[in-house]
């Protein structure tokens, strides 16, 4: 049996179905921002494209995470 989907990750079903856009897409948003600082990021994804706090937060952790 796998492992249950733990930490940032978990939240990426609900906002593919909530946002309609795969997380590939984005985190090349993310990628492509000028923005660097976590915060800044949560802020933007808030602002210019209506995510929740936490979901932006979840996307934004991972993909710096990621890119590390």
Do not use: C
């Amino acid at each position: 049996m796998a492992e249950p989907v733990k930490g940032p990750a978990s939240y990426f079903p609900s906002i593919e179905k909530k946002y309609g856009r795969p997380i590939s897409e984005w985190q090349d948003l993310i990628r492509a921002s000028p923005l660097t600082k976590h915060m800044e990021l949560v802020n933007w994804l808030k602002a210019e494209h209506g995510l929740g706090h936490g979901h932006a937060n979840a996307l934004v952790g991972y993909t710096l995470a990621e890119d590390k």
